[in-house]
C-alpha cells in the first residue's frame, strides 16, 4: 500500500515534542489516520477528535482538496491535510 501523506498544522505539531508536520501513513480513512497519529503521539487522537467522536469544531479536514469527516476513505498516495478552522468576527 502507498502511504497517505497528511499534513498537521504547526499549532497541533507544537504541542507533541518529537511530532512533525507531514507523515506518511498506511491507513484507508481519516479515523484510522487519526488512531495512528495517536499511536505516535499519545493525545494527538483527543486534539483532534471530540468525545462523540467528531473531528473537533476548531479543526478542519481535507482528504485530496475535500472537505472530510472520519468516515472519509483515504486512497494510497493521496493526501490528508488538517487545519485549524478560521473564525472571528
Do not use: N, Y
Not at 497517505?4 to 507533541?16: D, E, G, T
Not at 468516515?71 to 493521496?78: H, S, V, W
Not at 488538517?82 to 472571528?88: D, F, K, L, R
Amino acid at each position: 500500500m502507498q502511504p497517505v501523506q497528511v499534513l498537521l498544522p504547526s499549532a497541533l505539531v507544537r504541542l507533541f515534542p518529537g511530532a512533525q508536520r507531514e507523515v506518511a501513513l498506511e491507513v484507508a480513512s481519516v479515523a484510522q489516520a487519526v488512531l495512528a497519529l495517536d499511536q505516535r503521539w499519545p493525545g494527538m487522537g483527543d486534539r483532534i477528535c471530540d468525545s462523540t467522536p467528531s473531528i473537533r469544531r476548531h479543526l478542519k479536514v481535507f482528504v485530496d482538496g475535500q472537505p472530510a469527516t472520519l468516515a472519509t476513505p483515504l486512497r494510497p498516495g493521496g493526501e490528508m491535510l488538517v487545519m485549524t478552522a478560521m473564525s472571528g468576527g
